[in-house]
């Protein structure tokens, strides 16, 4: 992303405009932060004094810190296994589409997506009874609102899966939605197990009655005959034929012909009302109350649902009694009646969120629900990994396409904002990147960018970005952390960590001006800085010539060191032919020829002598004289000449002597090449 | 003989495992150390029978954590209930753990003064690496800096050895009085800890490497526990370079592994004929001899892993974990049973290895 993409926008404070400020503000890329700056015109007549209202009103500002449910540790848990779900999803995705064996596999997938959540809900559950969590409110709140959001998720994931996920002949949905309802609330059956327990005594608890009516509104049929049974006039025979009317009740049953089950069903259901006509359970009023929510009487549920939750509690229970056999198409126009009935009860009723975005899904109205599922307060996790699995199924497609939504783009760029969330907050950028991976180049422009944005806190870590830039081939961003680290080393006078790092990142300049300070602080001192490092360099010196001279310099020193003359002199002589000698390290490199051309018995033939002499007359001499002159020149900035040590002074005096030492040489090595010669 | 994996996801990023030492039984419990979390922790877990899944054994729950400055690099079990914990703030910690019949506790009961800092800026370096033999505990760190202390008191360190001038990442006993270093140039060099030795590295010697342009260090270190002069290391480019000790002017073996580089390496606890190898790729590896194709009446030169071009055919590999497709940090084998802790933010809890 280049500056000017990068919009700039204004932001109304009204301390700011009263003082002719401007406040603008642009995005920092690659987060949600705001980077903000002051305007106001000054020229340059404009008077340096502070503003009329300075001091005078208080400057408020908030540091607003970012604040997310991922701050709760627990629900890392739930980021990475579902890292790990999608990723697996995205590989199934790569295989051919549409075969019924996929659907299968999808729905496996959502089962898994809903699974880690109801387990992370359970671990949250469990974790808000510990200490640590009770006596300190902050987290007790975090604690909730997590508990509150994905357990709204999960409730909107089973409905979503019920409702588009399956796509059987013939489908019916009603048994699955008595199973959703059941799971959401659960109060009901605990109080059922509670009366089944009690047995016989169960009849005389206050709240027999109201629990079997509820159980009946949530269609758990076998539950409520079971606890029906331990009535204590369960042998008379209003019992005995209410029993049987809900024994008898027709379930559908795969293979069944569907003609065949609606004339069953129509059949026990108008018998059931001529038994209610008849006031056959006239003597058990309770019983009889039952008989009617059975039978679907509208009267009854109204009196009934005033005691509802939410106005989809008891919807799947309704159906059960009074179509059966609904389909979800069919259920869009019983949900948008049975809500209107509902808040037709309760005037006063205000939707929440998730109740609406319940009806939503009912209604078939996917648009505004994937809108609605982006304002849950969970950066987008539902929305994005809903959105992707949508996508890969394709079952929504032809839906999406009519309302003119582009699904592959829409899924992009949900993941794509994902991705790039978790890369930039709370260490997860290791999860981030899978994300930015499915997103093309966009994805890997993203990576580029925000990889060496990570603060890097031990090279052990560094090592692991550097890995994943590699494997995604971002030479740049792999070797912008080598440099970074490298100069970290330099300016902490870390020189022999800086040269391998530098060396890592294979950036000429870098490595050239690290081998520079290293031979100057040579020549200046004598000392030879990281000898360990510069002797285990081996083939990775040719990144720079500059390190190759370094390299084969360390060889000579060590050779001299060890007292090796000869192949010390050898090599000398190879580097001085080399022309890779920077300007700078002539004097020191002709004086470490001085001892070995005046040693006793000859170190150096004659022929190298020579060459010696040359250098030192075509290298040396001009070098000073261009020094001279640029001295000359700049008179002041003499700390800016090639020799900047002790040797400046008596250059002079050190060419003579070298041309002494050589001519010396020469001589001797003359005499005794010629006299081997001879003899 | 079937195995069996069993993922827990943990909500933390994890940089140590070890199985606390137990005698006779399978161990029940294990320590963890997590890295690059907003509060790093030292926890102690311990596995309890599961009764409601199917095919996972156990669920580890965490029975106590303590909370600790930096990241943790390195955990080594010094006896059977105290641990060395190796931090980024470049300091030694020891823990006590308290097994108890309901839940187990750990505290910690000596830290070290600063072991790793910067000369010139005076700043914490991260100690990168621990390695315990007996009660010495030799740490290495960015600093370059090998230290060897006392468990008995940490307070003291025994010998300081400025040992590189580079990063070091790892480091090993080879026996009482020699410890190995490796730097992040793949120079692996060997120092007498003795407090009368002059400090300076015995021998030096570089880790192979296909490009030799191109640095590759050298991230693990072990030594085989029955014969301690086979030296294992596993580097940046995945490959496992074997060393005599004995005969160090070429290494014995090199095989090139995995294809990210390799995270931990190590032998069985109770079995040196596996070795395990653990990738930054997600992979975890088991080398076992081939026992057949040994001969037996051969002298104990003979070990598979010195015998160079043949070492392949001489030992199987099998991949334990794979495509678990992010960085496995650390493992530890006791008895039957493997555990891997990783990036992934789990641990993975192997049985019948």
Request: hydrophobic residues 40%; proline residues 3%.
């Amino acid at each position: 992303m280049t500056e000017d993409t990068v919009s700039h926008f204004e932001i109304g404070d009204t301390l700011a405009m009263r003082c002719g400020n401007t406040l603008t503000a642009s995005f920092v890329p690659g987060g949600s932060k705001l980077a903000l700056s002051a305007y106001r015109p000054v020229k340059w007549n404009t008077p340096d004094a502070p503003s009329e209202s300075a001091g005078e009103e208080p400057v408020l500002i908030y540091m607003a810190q970012e604040t997310t449910l991922y701050t709760e540790p627990l629900l890392r848990s739930l980021l990475a296994e579902t890292n790990a779900t999608f990723a697996t999803l995205q590989v199934l995705g790569q295989g051919p589409k549409g075969d019924a064996k996929k659907t299968a596999e999808y729905i496996k997938i959502s089962r898994t997506y809903r699974s880690i959540i109801r387990c992370c809900l359970e671990k949250l559950e469990h974790a808000k009874q510990s200490p640590e969590i009770q006596e300190n409110e902050a987290i007790k709140q975090r604690h909730a609102d997590a508990i509150l959001t994905f357990y709204a998720i999960e409730c909107l994931w089973h409905l979503f899966e019920i409702l588009y996920m399956q796509q059987q002949h013939n489908q019916l949905i009603v048994t699955q939605l008595l199973e959703w309802t059941r799971f959401h609330y659960p109060n009901t059956e605990d109080a059922a197990t509670d009366l089944l327990l009690m047995a016989e005594e169960a009849s005389e608890c206050e709240s027999y009655w109201d629990t079997l009516k509820a159980l009946i509104m949530l269609g758990q049929l076998d539950v409520t005959r079971a606890i029906l049974s331990q009535h204590r006039k369960f042998n008379q025979t209003a019992f005995q034929t209410a029993d049987l009317v809900l024994k008898s009740m027709p379930v559908y049953q795969d293979g069944y012909a569907m003609q065949k089950f609606c004339s069953q069903w129509e059949y026990w259901h108008v018998d059931l009302e001529r038994k209610l006509a008849a006031h056959v359970f006239a003597t058990e009023p309770e019983l009889e109350l039952l008989m009617q929510l059975v039978s679907g009487s509208n009267e009854h549920w109204d009196a009934a649902l005033m005691k509802s939750h939410d106005w989809y509690e008891f919807l799947p229970g309704y159906l059960l009694f009074t179509r059966p056999a609904c389909k979800p198409f069919e259920l869009r126009i019983a949900a948008s009646n049975w809500i209107n009935r509902w808040s037709g009860l309760r005037p006063n009723w205000e939707m929440t969120q998730l109740s609406r975005m319940v009806m939503q899904l009912m209604e078939h109205d996917i648009k505004l629900f994937i809108y609605e599922s982006q304002k849950l307060g969970d950066s987008h996790w539902f929305a994005t990994h809903l959105i992707d699995l949508i996508y890969h199924t394709g079952h929504l497609k032809s839906y999406f396409d009519q309302q003119h939504i582009d699904l592959p783009s829409l899924r992009f760029s949900m993941i794509f904002d994902y991705g790039s969330y978790l890369m930039t907050s709370h260490n997860l950028w290791q999860l981030g990147i899978d994300y930015l991976d499915c997103c093309k180049q966009e994805g890997l422009a993203a990576i580029e960018l925000l990889l060496p944005r990570i603060p890097l806190k031990s090279e052990r870590q560094a090592f692991k970005i550097i890995a994943m830039a590699k494997e995604r081939g971002l030479v740049n961003v792999e070797q912008s952390i080598c440099k970074v680290l490298s100069k970290r080393a330099y300016s902490d006078q870390r020189y022999g960590n800086a040269l391998e790092w530098a060396m890592r990142s294979k950036d000429v300049l870098l490595v050239t001006a690290i081998a520079d300070f290293i031979l100057k602080h040579y020549s200046n001192t004598g000392v030879m800085l990281c000898p360990d490092v510069i002797t285990s360099i081996g083939a990775r010196m040719f990144v720079s010539p500059r390190l190759v001279f370094l390299s084969k310099y360390f060889e000579f020193y060590e050779l001299y060191r060890q007292r090796d003359f000869l192949s010390g002199a050898e090599l000398l002589i190879n580097l001085l032919a080399s022309k890779i000698t920077p300007d700078y390290f002539w004097p020191s490199l002709l004086i470490d020829a001085l001892p070995l051309l005046e040693s006793e018995d000859p170190k150096i033939f004659s022929k190298e002598t020579i060459a010696i002499l040359q250098h030192l007359e075509m290298e040396l001499v001009p070098l000073i004289e261009r020094n001279k002159l640029n001295t000359a020149k700049f008179n002041n900035q003499s700390s800016k000449t090639v020799f900047s040590d002790y040797r400046v002074e008596n250059v002079e005096e050190i060419l003579d002597l070298m041309r002494l030492a050589c001519a010396r040489n020469l001589s001797r090595a003359m005499i005794i090449e010629n006299t081997a010669l001879a003899m | 003989m079937s195995t069996t994996v069993g993922a827990h996801y943990i909500s933390e990023k994890i940089s140590q495992v070890r199985w606390l030492p137990e005698k006779l039984t399978q161990s029940e419990r294990f320590v963890t150390g997590t890295w690059d979390m907003d509060t790093n922790f030292v926890r102690v877990w311990r596995l309890y029978a599961n009764p409601y899944a199917e095919n996972v054994e156990h669920t580890p729950r965490c029975n106590d954590k303590m909370a600790i400055e930096g990241d943790v690099t390195g955990i080594e079990f010094i006896n059977d209930d105290t641990f060395a914990v190796g931090c980024n703030d470049g300091r030694l910690s020891l823990f006590n753990v308290h097994r108890a019949v309901e839940e187990d506790q750990i505290r910690r009961t000596a830290h070290s003064e600063r072991l790793h800092y910067y000369k010139c800026s005076q700043a914490n370096a991260p100690c990168t690496g621990i390695s315990v033999y007996g009660t010495d505990i030799a740490t290495v760190g960015e600093d370059g800096r090998l230290n060897v202390l006392s468990a008995n008191n940490l307070r003291q360190v025994k010998r300081t050895i400025e040992a590189d001038s580079m990063s070091l990442l790892a480091t090993s006993f080879v026996n009482q009085n020699q410890v190995v270093t490796a730097n992040r140039m793949g120079v692996i060099r060997l120092f007498d800890v003795r407090t009368a030795s002059d400090g300076q590295p015995t021998i030096s010697f570089m880790a192979a490497s296909q490009d030799s342009k191109s640095s590759n260090f050298v991230s693990a270190m072990v030594t085989h526990p029955m014969q301690q002069h086979i030296l294992i290391c596993g580097s940046e480019e995945g490959s496992i370079t074997v060393w005599d000790m004995r005969h160090l002017n070429f290494p014995a073996s090199y095989l090139s592994a995995h294809k990210t580089s390799i995270t931990d390496i190590g032998f069985h606890r109770q079995d040196p004929s596996k070795l395990f190898t653990a990738a930054e790729g997600g992979e975890m590896w088991m080398w076992s001899d081939n026992k057949h194709l040994i001969d037996a009446s051969q002298t104990d030169s003979s070990s598979a892993w010195l015998a160079g071009d043949r070492l392949r055919s001489l030992v199987n590999v099998d991949g334990i974990l794979t495509n678990i497709r992010k960085a496995i940090n650390s493992f530890d084998v006791h008895g039957s049973r493997l555990i891997c802790g990783s990036d992934s933010e789990a641990v993975y809890i192997i049985n019948d290895v």
